[in-house]
């Protein structure tokens, strides 16, 4: 079974697509206008092993704020859908990610309850034009619609770029072990029978 999801999310500020495939090679595509989110959402399906599709149109003529949520949203929506009931997966999944002087852990529990625990250092606010205030932001809104649990955690480090990327490689990793299917797992992975 395809473990595939297509969602279009549109509102008076965005209209965004995304395609996400869960068994991918880590092809991907993505184009949301702000270009230092492109490159932080093509972190996400590189080191996932997702192909992943991500179009985005928004006002970011007024900022990226808008942009960056909806797209958020609608990614966090696409991994809830294309996991389906959940049946035979791993769904815990951990990560300790270095970038140079950054040191990034990430843990995942695809439990169907939205959480988010997320600590990082002081980090400058712009990464050229990109607000970094919108990094927990990015996390906040895909928990929210992935229904998931996910704790972050920035244990080293001082560059804003780095910080920033070192998190989207570790969700990434972790997302990557949490999703996979597990032959020894028999229906859903949970003693309630439903995630």
Do not use: C
Not at 87 to 92: H, K, L, N, T, V
Not at 156 to 184: C, I, M, P, T, Y
């Amino acid at each position: 079974m395809a473990r595939i999801a297509k969602v279009d999310r549109s509102t008076k500020e965005s209209e965004v697509k995304v395609e996400l495939n869960l068994d991918g090679t880590g092809k991907i595509s993505v184009q949301t206008g702000v270009p230092f989110f492109d490159h932080m959402i093509s972190q996400l399906g590189k080191h996932g092993g997702f192909d992943l599709t991500v179009s985005t149109k928004g006002d970011v003529e007024v900022d990226s704020h808008h942009t960056v949520e909806d797209t958020s949203l609608a990614l966090g929506q696409a991994l809830r859908e294309a996991l389906g009931d959940k049946s035979g997966i791993r769904r815990f999944g951990d990560a300790l990610v270095p970038l140079d002087e950054v040191l990034v852990q990430a843990a995942v529990d695809l439990s169907g309850r939205p959480y988010l625990v997320h600590r990082q250092p002081e980090i400058v606010e712009l990464i050229g034009t990109f607000d970094t205030t919108l990094g927990k932001h990015i996390w906040e809104s895909f928990v929210a619609e992935a229904r998931i649990a996910l704790h972050i955690r920035v244990i080293e480090g001082r560059n804003a770029h780095h910080v920033l990327e070192a998190q989207f490689k570790a969700v990434a990793r972790a997302l990557r072990d949490a999703v996979s299917l597990d032959s020894r797992v028999t229906g859903v992975p949970s003693t309630k029978g439903v995630l």
